[in-house]
T-cell receptor
Framework: EAGVAQSPRYKIIEKRQSVAFWCNPISGHATLYWYQQILGQGPKLLIQFQNNGVVDDSQLPKDRFSAERLKGVDSTLKIQPAKLEDSAVYLC??????????????FGSGTRLTVV | AQKVTQAQTEISVVEKEDVTLDCVYETRDTTYYLFWYKQPPSGELVFLIRRNSFDEQNEISGRYSWNFQKSTSSFNFTITASQVVDSAVYFCALSEEGGADGLTFGKGTHLIIQP
C-alpha cells in the first residue's frame, strides 16, 4: 500500500510570495488533515476534510491560507502571501473513514517551507 | 478545548538507563484517544501507540511501556534499557471521538541517549 504522498519536499520562497503544497492520501481514505509544525513545536491541525467537505478549519489563518479537496481525493494547501512566521513543515495525514482516532492516521513525509 | 502538556522539553540519559516521558492531557469528552509518536531527525512521524479512554490497562511492547491513569489525566511513556537509536523527539497527542477528530499534540520531549 502506497503511503501519503506530498510534494514538493522542500520549498524556499521570499516573503509576500505565494506557495502551494500538494497531498495525495492513501487510496480509499476519506479523511484528510493538514498540519503545520513550526521548528521546536508539535504539529498543529490546520484543516480537516471528510471527502471534499471541510470538517474543521478553526485553526486555519483564513486571511492567507486556503485549502481545497475538490474531488475528495488529493488536496492542495496554499499560502498567499507568505510571511516569515509561516516557515514550518507542512504535514498531510489521512485516515480510512471519518474517525481517524479509531482507525489510525497515516502521515506523509511533509513539505519543509522556508520563507526568507 | 483539549490540551496536551509535555513538561519535559529535553531529557538526556546515558545508554541503558530507563527513562520516562510525561504526558498530561485535558479534555471534556468522555471518549477520547491518546497517542505517542516518535519523530527522529529525519522528520517523519512514527506511530507508537493508541489508547482509548475506556482502556486503562498498561501496555508493554518490548522495551517500551505505557502507563495510562485517568485519575491524573496522564499517559506516560517509559523506555527501558535505552539505546542510542531511541534518540528522537517524542510527541504525546489527543483526539476526541467524532467528526472533528484531528490530533492535538504536545510540544514534544527531545530525548537524547548518550553512548
Amino acid at each position: 500500500e502506497a503511503g501519503v504522498a506530498q510534494s514538493p519536499r522542500y520549498k524556499i520562497i521570499e516573503k509576500r510570495q505565494s506557495v502551494a503544497f500538494w497531498c495525495n492520501p492513501i487510496s480509499g481514505h476519506a479523511t484528510l488533515y493538514w498540519y503545520q509544525q513550526i521548528l521546536g513545536q508539535g504539529p498543529k491541525l490546520l484543516i480537516q476534510f471528510q471527502n471534499n467537505g471541510v470538517v474543521d478549519d478553526s485553526q486555519l489563518p483564513k486571511d492567507r491560507f486556503s485549502a481545497e479537496r475538490l474531488k475528495g481525493v488529493d488536496s492542495t494547501l496554499k499560502i498567499q502571501p507568505a510571511k516569515l512566521e509561516d516557515s514550518a513543515v507542512y504535514l498531510c495525514a489521512s485516515s480510512l473513514r471519518g474517525y481517524g482516532a479509531s482507525y489510525g492516521y497515516t502521515f506523509g513525509s511533509g513539505t519543509r517551507l522556508t520563507v526568507v | 478545548a483539549q490540551k496536551v502538556t509535555q513538561a519535559q522539553t529535553e531529557i538526556s540519559v546515558v545508554e541503558k538507563e530507563d527513562v520516562t516521558l510525561d504526558c498530561v492531557y485535558e479534555t471534556r469528552d468522555t471518549t477520547y484517544y491518546l497517542f505517542w509518536y516518535k519523530q527522529p531527525p529525519s522528520g517523519e512521524l512514527v506511530f507508537l501507540i493508541r489508547r482509548n479512554s475506556f482502556d486503562e490497562q498498561n501496555e508493554i511492547s518490548g522495551r517500551y511501556s505505557w502507563n495510562f491513569q485517568k485519575s491524573t489525566s496522564s499517559f506516560n511513556f517509559t523506555i527501558t534499557a535505552s539505546q542510542v537509536v531511541d534518540s528522537a523527539v517524542y510527541f504525546c497527542a489527543l483526539s476526541e471521538e467524532g467528526g472533528a477528530d484531528g490530533l492535538t499534540f504536545g510540544k514534544g520531549t527531545h530525548l537524547i541517549i548518550q553512548p
